[in-house]
């Protein structure tokens, strides 16, 4: 991965709580958060006392790096957004300008954390299908806007092979969102779920309250053990 083609753009803790429909419970597990990139998730949930490991190739960058590539894309892809609004829900985000006010405020969290969080082994670089953890290594694994929404650049076969091994290392994997970036239920959901189920892994589709991309309103969950 080179930094030229990278994207940074991240997510709050509270945004993943809805995205992923997360309980009191649910924080309370040994969480991997998967493709986290600059999302405050881990930050957020460390600070709260949660056990959270985050991976993503990004972090192979240093702090200094990724804190320009953000303020580099930030107006492409907030001009993106203005291009295609009417392909998002301005409900809980309002406005184009709450949306960049929403994700520096994350992105600055991620990066006042990222750097003792690498320290102690919360962000590491590792990238699907292949992840560095034994086996049952976490109670929940979560892959937030990674698997399924870039459908046209992650094959199907490296779907499968990714949900397997988020499973070979959590006893529940959730993920979302179902739709590629068109907007557009992903082509390699049926294909994942059915492989699963061959392997005996319980999977379903389970609605959530969060929605930003339109028609973005479910999780796929896989039971493991
Ligand atoms: C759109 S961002 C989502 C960031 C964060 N999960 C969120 O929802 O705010 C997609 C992330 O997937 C990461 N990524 C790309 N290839 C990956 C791979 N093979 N395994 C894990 N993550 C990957 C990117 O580096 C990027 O940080």
Redesign the pocket.
């Known amino acids: 991965?080179e930094l030229e083609n990278?994207v940074?753009?991240?997510?709050s803790f509270s945004e993943y709580k809805e995205i992923f429909a997360l309980s009191k419970n649910d924080v309370k597990q040994k969480i991997l958060?998967?493709?986290?990139?600059?999302?405050s998730f881990n930050a957020e949930l460390t600070r709260l006392g949660g056990n959270v490991v985050s991976?993503?190739?990004?972090y192979k960058f240093s702090s200094d790096q990724i804190r320009l590539r953000i303020d580099e894309v930030y107006p492409q892809v907030i001009s993106q957004v203005v291009k295609n609004r009417n392909d998002y829900v301005w409900k809980s985000i309002a406005s184009v300008e709450d949306l960049g006010k929403v994700r520096m405020d994350a992105m600055k969290i991620f990066l006042g954390d990222y750097k003792a969080g690498k320290e102690s082994g919360r962000y590491i670089d590792a990238?699907?299908p292949v992840l560095p953890f034994n086996t049952n290594s976490f109670g929940l694994a979560l892959c937030?806007?990674?698997l399924f929404?870039y459908s046209e650049h992650v094959s199907q076969e490296q779907h499968i092979l990714s949900m397997r091994e988020l499973c070979r290392v959590a006893k529940e994997v959730r993920v979302y969102p179902l739709l590629s970036l068109d907007g557009e239920k992903s082509r390699h959901l049926d294909p994942v779920m059915s492989a699963l189920t061959n392997n005996g892994i319980n999977v379903l589709i389970k609605p959530v309250k969060y929605q930003f991309q339109k028609g973005a309103t479910e999780m796929l969950v896989a039971k493991c053990v």
């Open positions: 991965m990278v940074p753009w991240g997510r958060g998967c493709g986290d990139g600059p999302a991976i993503d190739p990004v990238s699907l937030s806007h990674y929404l």
